[in-house]
């Protein structure tokens, strides 16, 4: 699904109003540590722990923690509609980390981090570096710490520094970032605090039915002959990376899959962290059933991979046009449309006639059993062994000039968006008369021809070449006001860990973008001598920067929402390749110093603005205190059936109650009360309503759904709120309901 897509807008009649309307959802191993000297020196700054003479190669480390933004009244993040504004929680959005570090050399080491967020982001990771450097001097930096998503469309937003993904969350979130970042470096630090000796291995399955190509027309443009080597339209490989101590139990684990965290619809408004997330608790809870989430050892990773062209919703995109003769229909395949409109064409997922819940549920175990393929295979996997390197430089992608493989120059392009964008996709359908594949060179709907000069800077001349032949819509690469609307400048990484490599991506590549970029990273890499014909490369993004998308020139010329979408032109993938590229020596064993890099990308948090109110007053309301239940559960239930309770509430933005929850289903073993349930589960619900903004009342819906399993015994629901009162004080309170039995 994009990043940001748009649909459903109001047409205004004054220019600012326009403005945010027409972009209103446009966003839509192998050995252990060499033998230490007989006076059995440690080594230094790897980690907690000193290690004894041994053999391994690698020091492995593992964390987690949470990463949940406000989980009401603000704008979610991905399909970029100011309708969907969050009014509760489903399940916590988490960072996983994962450390390793060449164990005969500790300060060689990488960090991968995989955040149940929409995309990486340059200020968020320019925090995450800072604080990890000052924390650790000499061992994290900027060149080793890459910082990916799950691209799951249900999380907090507002957090990105450019202004175009800020202006549906009405500007820059703080507390959505500040959220990100500690949660992230909080991982980092337990991932390091772990680090142990280690092996690492790496294998691969086949998950079939997780994903669809939701732009086959435009897969179709690329040659017959390169995609005759394939049998899908669209990369079914999971690879995984498994982490294990020295006597081979199993510690966690990093996979690449590409399938869109668009499973929850953009209808949607309880924070959650999509299929990936989802599956990343499913595999942790399996392992480690009874430890509360985020309180687990064994971190599971569900990592993205050229996800651009992706789709969840594997049923295919049908018309949901009531009383139209289409209703019912496959969408029309070229511009995905139900009568010529794009409003009604959306993709099913696999349980879409039960919820989009439940097709979450289904892609996220496909992705879980598919790991666990891959883990129970144990030591029969290959051994990744070698040296651990990494290299990161930026690079300004406007008018990048770089030669092509037949000699001749091509460039880059400033961002900008086309018509095909404004289209959206099957995923988050866009709206107006906007739709996908119309590269025409005709001027489009006169009225948008007028209207987007009043949003972004009419094209000049050699803009509009630049991007042929995308018609440009939105000409952001020269909007910077109030700030810059896009990045210029992405960041370029690499992670080698023996014959591992990771390609870290600023943006979302499609299917046949990601096959040429591991094919030639891959040549690249071994007659360079720096990995042998064991090499295994994956993808990993949208990483570190938010760069859009990355479709092949062929996709490009049929402007499907992913050609639209690719911010720099028609030869990003090309420029992207030649820089990999030239950047692959780094990664060998040679000391070559640091490699040429473009500026960093501007620091815009001094110039950030925000629309948003703070919370100015709670008010139980008369005669109530807060926590005060006001609908109560039943004496007696089942499996499968719900318990529901509501309460006098607050408002959550008082305390986002990081590494905690807002709710807890306690269970009764004798005469003491324990924790069985909390928010990180995906069988509770906390919902929160404003009741009156200007008495500042509300209420809080507190849901558990009985898992089949459950204990027979004596439950009850527990809410955790903090009020707040006219002085700026927050005071915590809790609110219990009734006990229950569960049979």
Same mark, same amino acid.
């Given at each position: 699904?994009? $990043? ?36 059995? %020196? ?103 710490? $890459? ?35 500690? &949660? ?18 790496? *294998? ?68 959650? %962290? ?31 991979? =050229? ?43 696999? *349980? ?7 097709? =979450?549920?289904?892609? $996220? ?75 025409? %060179? ?70 046949? %973008? ?73 990664? &060998? ?59 006098? *509430? ?94």
């Amino acid at each position: 699904m994009p $990043a940001l897509d748009p649909g459903g807008l109001q047409l205004p009649f004054d220019l600012w109003s326009l403005s945010h309307s027409i972009l209103d959802r446009m966003y839509s191993g192998l050995l252990y540590l060499t033998a230490f000297l007989a006076s059995a %020196s440690v080594f230094p700054g790897y980690g907690g722990a000193s290690i004894n003479a041994a053999n391994a190669q690698y020091l492995l480390g593992l964390g987690i923690a949470d990463v949940t933004g406000p989980v009401v009244e603000t704008n979610m993040m991905g399909y970029a509609s100011l309708a969907q504004t969050d009014t509760g929680l489903h399940l916590r959005q988490r960072a996983r980390a994962w450390i390793v570090a060449d164990a005969s050399n500790p300060s060689d080491r990488v960090v991968y981090i995989n955040a149940d967020i929409a995309m990486g982001d340059s200020g968020v990771r320019r925090s995450i570096v800072n604080a990890l450097s000052a924390h650790y001097p000499g061992l994290y930096s900027a060149s080793n710490i $890459a910082l990916g998503s799950t691209h799951q469309h249900s999380g907090v937003g507002g957090y990105l520094e450019n202004l175009l993904p800020q202006l549906t969350a009405l500007g820059y979130v703080k507390e959505a970032a500040e959220a990100i970042v500690n &949660g992230t470096v909080l991982a980092v630090q337990r991932a390091h605090d772990s680090l142990a000796p280690g092996v690492l291995r790496v *294998g691969n399955t086949s998950v079939v039915d997780g994903n669809r190509n939701r732009s086959p027309t435009a897969y179709l443009a690329n040659p017959a002959s390169e995609r005759a080597q394939y049998e899908y339209d669209q990369d079914k490989t999971l690879s995984l990376l498994r982490f294990e101590d020295t006597s081979g139990n199993a510690r966690g684990f990093l996979s690449f899959y590409a399938v869109h965290g668009t499973s929850l619809y953009e209808n949607n408004t309880l924070v959650s %962290s999509d299929n990936k997330g989802m599956a990343a608790h499913l595999y942790e809870y399996m392992v480690e059933p009874d430890s509360l989430p985020g309180n687990n050892t064994f971190v599971a990773g569900f990592t993205q991979s =050229n996800v651009g062209d992706t789709s969840p919703n594997t049923l295919g995109a049908y018309c949901e046009s009531p009383g139209q003769p289409w209703d019912g229909m496959a969408c029309e395949s070229e511009h995905s449309t139900c009568g010529n409109a794009t409003q009604d064409c959306h993709g099913r997922g696999p *349980g879409f006639r039960i919820s989009d819940f439940e097709s =979450n549920r289904i892609i $996220a175990q496909l992705q879980v059993d598919g790991a666990k393929t891959v883990m129970d295979q144990g030591a029969n996997l290959a051994q990744v062994a070698g040296s651990v390197k990494s290299v990161h430089v930026y690079l300004n992608m406007s008018y990048h000039s770089f030669t092509l493989a037949n000699g001749s120059t091509a460039q880059t392009c400033p961002p900008a968006l086309g018509y095909g964008f404004a289209g959206g996709t099957t995923d988050g359908p866009g709206a107006f008369d906007f739709v996908q594949g119309d590269n025409s %060179s005709q001027p489009q709907n006169p009225f948008w021809e007028i209207v987007k000069g009043a949003v972004t800077p009419y094209p000049p001349p050699e803009q509009v070449a630049c991007h042929y032949p995308k018609p440009i819509l939105l000409d952001t690469g020269y909007a910077n006001t109030p700030y810059p609307w896009s990045p210029h400048i992405v960041d370029i990484q690499m992670l080698k860990v023996g014959n591992f490599v990771i390609l870290v991506m600023p943006g979302e590549l499609t299917t046949m %973008s990601g096959r040429r970029m591991r094919d030639a990273l891959r040549a690249k890499l071994i007659s360079s001598g720096v990995v042998g014909d064991d090499a295994y490369v994956v993808i990993a993004g949208p990483a570190n920067t938010y760069g859009h998308y990355v479709a092949t020139r062929e996709e490009y010329s049929v402007q499907r929402y992913e050609g639209a979408s690719t911010l720099f032109g028609p030869f990003t993938l090309e420029a992207y390749i030649d820089k990999y590229s030239s950047l692959v020596p780094y990664l &060998g064993d040679q000391d070559l110093g640091e490699p040429p890099s473009d500026d960093a990308p501007p620091d815009l948090s001094g110039q950030a603005i925000s629309l948003r109110t703070g919370v100015i007053l709670d008010n139980a309301g008369l005669g109530r205190s807060f926590g005060d239940v006001l609908k109560d559960v039943g004496s007696a239930y089942s499996a499968g059936q719900t318990v529901f309770a509501q309460f006098v *509430g607050a408002n959550p933005r008082n305390n986002l109650r990081l590494e905690e929850t807002f709710l807890t289903v306690d269970q009764l073993t004798g005469s003491e009360w324990s924790t069985y349930r909390t928010d990180s589960h995906p069988s509770t619900i906390y919902q929160w309503e404003r009741t009156s903004t200007i008495l500042g009342t509300s209420t809080v819906n507190v849901s558990w759904t009985i898992e089949d399993g459950t204990p027979a015994g004596t439950y009850r629901l527990k809410y955790y709120g903090d009020a707040k009162s006219l002085t700026d004080t927050i005071t915590p309170f809790t609110g219990v309901s009734s006990n229950f039995t569960v049979s």
